[in-house]
Each structure stands twice: as C-alpha cells, then as structure tokens.
C-alpha cells in the first residue's frame, strides 16, 4: 500500500502527471492537494479504472493530504513567461517550498520528498536547510527532479545524430545529464564515444549542447506567456516518481538510470564527489544508488571519463551553481 501525495496537483504539472500516477500499479492511494481545483481534478481521475483510490484536498486540508504518504511529489510554485529565468521564481517559489516542507515535517516525516518547483538549483536546498532548522532532515529522502534535462538530451540527441538512423529510445543508454537545472549548470554527458565522435564531426556537439541546456527556453517562448513546459514535465515527472516507488516495491529493481539534484555531504560517496569535483557546492545532480526509496549513494564514476569539452562544461556549471545554492540558504536564513 503506497500513498502518493501531488502538491500543486491542479496545475500544468500537477494534472497530467496526476493521470500518469493513477495508471501506476505501485500507487494504491494518490492524494492530491491544491490551492484550487484540487476536488475536481481528483473526483475526474477518480473515475478512472485502475486499482488505486483518488482523492482531492483543498486549501486548509494540507494535513489530511500529507498523512500516511511514503512519496511526496511538489510541483506547486509559479512558472516562467518570456523573458525570465528560473531565478525570478525563487522569491515566490521558495516561499511555497519552504511552507510545503515544514508541513512534511509535521504530518509525513518519513516521506521522501520529490521537488520539481523552480528553481530547483535554489528549491532543493530552501527545502532542506528548512528541514534542517525543523530538526527533520533526511538527506537520502530529499530529491530535486532534473529527469526533464535527461529527457531532452536523449531526445535531441537523436534528433542531432539523424532520428531515422539514432531512435530516440536508444539514446537512453548513452546520455544523462550532471550539475543543475537551469542554463549553463545543466551538464550533458554522452557516454558513447562512438557517437560523441559523431557529433563532433557533425560540428553539431556545442549547438547540441546549447539546446539541452536552454530547451526550457523553448517551450517558455513557444507557449507565448501561457506557462513552461507542462506535459514532457509531467512525463518526466512520473519517470522519476517511478523509479522511487519501484525501489520500494520490488525485492530487486533495476539499478536507477536516473540522476537526482541531491545534498552531497549527508549521503554516502557525496563528499568523495564533492572533493573529486573540488567544489564548495554542497547539491549536485548526479547518478544516485536507491534503497528502498531513499537515496543510498551518489555515483562519482562518470567522472573518469569526461572529455575536454565536458570538463570545461563542469566548471562552468559549478561557478554558477553555488551562487543558486546559496540564495536558497539566504532564503531560509532570512526567515530566521
Ligand atoms: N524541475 C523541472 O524540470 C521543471 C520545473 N517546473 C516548475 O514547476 C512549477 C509548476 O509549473 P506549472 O505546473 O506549469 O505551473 P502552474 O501555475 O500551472 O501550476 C502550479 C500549481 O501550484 C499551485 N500552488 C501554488 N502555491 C501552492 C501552495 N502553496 N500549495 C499547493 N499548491 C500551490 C497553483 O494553484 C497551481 O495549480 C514551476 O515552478 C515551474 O517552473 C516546470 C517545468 C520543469
Ligand atoms: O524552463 C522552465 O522554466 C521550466 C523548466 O524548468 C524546464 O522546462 O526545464
């Protein structure tokens, strides 16, 4: 019996990765919380055949929301319209996150917490520095969700190597992606030589590496004022999601494909990474190791093989990143 609880249920987000929950086999109670609509949303999903239950709650029944949950997914906060970065959320947005987790604490401490809300290079740590202050951090239960970025890397990978020869599908095995979520913090790593080489040779690898990297970008222009990216959001979303009710649920899951922005210091292998990456940054979005839900250990082997150009990507990143990290701090410091 698992409980799965959405905060921010009604939104873009929110919706459609609602519908991909209630399809999971993993779930048997999906709860789903809002300011608004939430009821609605819940009662329409409610209807559909699958073996869980679906309930909405409104603005004052957070508590009922939260209770018994072993997953908590937040994609509650404001999106971007032209012209921003994600860094513009983060007055708004941190604000929600940090109210969203201190109710964690109180009605569902164990949960492992899913963070989608942008920032999330400023979220993740609002979130747990606020747990942290609250006396409730569990460092392997706090996740920030960057399957998006791994997402368009292998989708544009295969766009950038010629789909009808490269399926999409297949890119899986050969990209993922390291740093953060925003702009030039956003690291791809292409595994394969072969077709790293490809791109090379292509003179298509920076422009490649640029789309992954603002492909946010994209969809916050073509929506024209109307939002980011909600659906291939909400895909990746449940993506992730998955992977973590999978390592509850199955005696022996698959290993998790999928990196995680995560704090280093309070998981095994994040300082070895932290000093091999010679960086005060503290969260990284890196290849994870799950157990029974919960982060284990982070990976520190794709860092043996980086080439030049992705050496150079890393560094950049991690000059940006710190600087995000830290007004997610100043946030909850503030607030003291
Ligand atoms: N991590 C990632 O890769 C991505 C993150 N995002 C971020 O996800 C967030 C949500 O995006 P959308 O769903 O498009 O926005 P939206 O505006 O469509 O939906 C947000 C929902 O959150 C709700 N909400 C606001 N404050 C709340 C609170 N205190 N408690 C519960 N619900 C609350 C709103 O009522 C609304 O229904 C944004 O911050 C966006 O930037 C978007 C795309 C990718
Ligand atoms: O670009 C945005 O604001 C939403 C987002 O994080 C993404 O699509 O990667």
């Known amino acids: 019996m698992t409980k799965v609880t959405v905060l921010g249920a009604a939104g873009g987000i929110g919706q459609p990765l609602s519908l991909l929950l209630k399809m999971s086999p993993y779930v048997s109670t999906l709860a789903l919380y809002d300011l608004r609509l939430a009821p609605g949303v819940a009662r329409d999903l409610s209807h559909i055949n699958t073996n869980s239950t679906c309930k909405g709650y409104g603005k004052d029944e957070l508590q009922a929301a939260l209770e018994g949950a072993h997953v908590v997914v937040i994609p509650a906060g404001v999106p971007r319209k032209p012209g921003m970065t994600r860094d513009d959320l983060l007055k708004v947005n941190a604000g929600i996150v940090a109210g969203l987790v201190t ?7 164990n949960a492992r917490i899913l963070i989608i809300s942008n920032p999330v290079n400023s979220t993740v740590p609002v979130a747990c520095e606020t747990l942290k202050q609250l006396g409730a951090f569990q460092p392997g239960k706090v996740m920030g969700v960057t399957t998006l970025d791994v997402v368009r890397a292998q989708t544009f990978l295969s766009d950038a190597l010629g789909a009808d020869s490269y399926s ?5 095995k050969h990209v993922t992606v390291v740093g953060g979520h925003s702009g030039s913090t956003i690291v791809p790593l292409i ?10 040779s292509r003179r298509v690898y920076d422009a490649y590496i640029h789309r992954v990297q603002f492909g946010g970008d994209e969809v916050v222009e073509a929506k024209q004022g109307a939002g980011s990216a909600t659906l291939s959001m909400a895909l990746a979303g449940f993506q992730f999601t998955d992977q973590v009710l999978r390592s509850i649920h199955l005696e022996k899951p698959d290993p998790a494909p999928l990196p ?7 998981i095994e292998g994040g300082r070895e990474l932290q000093s091999k990456l010679n960086t005060q940054a503290e969260y990284f979005a890196t290849p994870i190791e799950l157990s029974r839900g919960d982060v284990a250990r982070v990976d520190a082997k794709w860092l043996d ?3 030049d150009a992705e050496k150079k990507s890393l560094a950049v990143c991690l000059g940006e990143l710190d600087t995000n990290i830290q007004k997610g701090r100043r946030f909850v410091k503030s607030k003291l």
């Open 260 to 266: 995680a922005f995560v704090y280093l210091p309070g």
């Open 305 to 307: 093989s980086l080439t």
């Open 168 to 172: 999409r599908e297949s890119m899986k």
């Open 191 to 200: 595994a394969n030589s072969t077709l790293r080489a490809k791109l090379v």
């Open 103 to 109: 109710a964690c604490a109180r009605f569902a401490p």
